[in-house]
């Protein structure tokens, strides 16, 4: 079955840098965009990136441009979020997220915490 993994996630000092990396089975990953959610408690899950299934496209929304880098390995089957200059108020749940043929997956998320 499709399983995301996410991982990468910790505590890090503002304007610090972080990698998540998303491992990913059960479905051909080169096939399928992706994309990197995160989500505060009580608000609703945030799109900080999507990646194109070869990579060529990346987009993101103007509170992460130019800190974030999505990028992914189609041979290792991994999307990656390079995390940078980060800001307390990037403390999040951060998810990796496909969608197959009408049907979206979540993995289970990585906590990023910034804070001093």
């Known amino acids: 079955q499709v399983q995301l993994v996410e991982s990468g996630g910790g505590l890090v000092q503002p304007g610090g840098s972080l990698r998540l990396s998303c491992a990913t089975s059960g479905f051909t990953f080169s096939n399928y965009a992706m994309s990197w959610y995160r989500q505060v408690p009580g608000k609703e899950r945030e799109l900080v990136a999507s990646?194109?299934?070869?990579?060529?496209?990346?987009t993101y929304p103007t509170s992460v441009k130019g800190r974030f880098t999505c990028s992914r390995d189609n041979a290792k089957n991994t999307v990656y979020l390079q995390m940078n200059n980060l800001v307390p108020e990037d403390t999040a749940v951060y998810y990796c997220?496909?969608?197959?043929?009408?049907?979206?997956?979540w993995g289970r998320g990585t906590q990023v915490t910034v804070s001093s």
């Open positions: 990646i194109s299934s070869a990579g060529g496209t990346t």
């Open positions: 997220n496909t969608r197959i043929r009408g049907v979206i997956y």
